[in-house]
């Protein structure tokens, strides 16, 4: 199963991801914007977001890759059920979905990727982060304190 962001594009992904899961060593596979080798070819601003809610992440919920946002390839019979134990929604799901498949043991693999905006998001960046931030405080309560 695939999952991607509908304003990022890396066709190539597709592809190599499918590759990875054939091999049955991977359960999800992670096209990072943030690995060496990933090419970010959006404004400079959701770049550093990128870089900021993912420390953020790391320094929270000890999140050990370099993105949760993105595009995302997985087994669907293994990772559902993880998905099935998510709370937060929109912004940070794509996150608490990665941490939460991280925390069980599931076998991931991250990949960098070439993105570009294939349009602009509907949403300001600034718009969002209010709602990031609670979110990421429920993530931390749900994640940190109930498990």
């Known amino acids: 199963m695939f999952c991607d962001e509908i304003d990022l594009c890396d066709t190539d992904f597709y592809a190599r991801a ?3 899961l054939e091999t049955r060593k991977v ?7 943030l690995a ?3 090419s970010d070819e959006r404004p400079l601003l959701r770049h ?20 949760t ?8 019979s293994v990772v559902a059920p993880v998905a099935g134990r998510c709370v937060v ?20 693999r991250e990949i960098p990727v070439r993105i570009k905006e294939k349009r602009e998001p509907s949403v300001h960046l600034f718009r ?20």
């Open 18 to 20: 499918l590759e990875i």
């Open 128 to 147: 969002r982060v209010p709602n990031v931030l609670k979110n990421l405080v429920k993530l931390v309560i749900a994640i940190r304190l109930r498990r």
């Open 69 to 76: 946002h993105g595009l995302k390839a997985f087994r669907r």
């Open 36 to 38: 060496e080798g990933a």
């Open 27 to 33: 359960d999800m596979v992670i096209g990072s914007k």
């Open 89 to 108: 929604d929109k912004d940070l799901f794509a996150s608490e979905l990665v941490i939460r498949a991280e925390r069980e043991g599931v076998a991931i």
């Open 48 to 67: 550093l977001g990128s870089i900021v809610i993912n420390g953020m992440l790391r320094l929270a919920l000890d999140f050990k890759g370099t993105d």
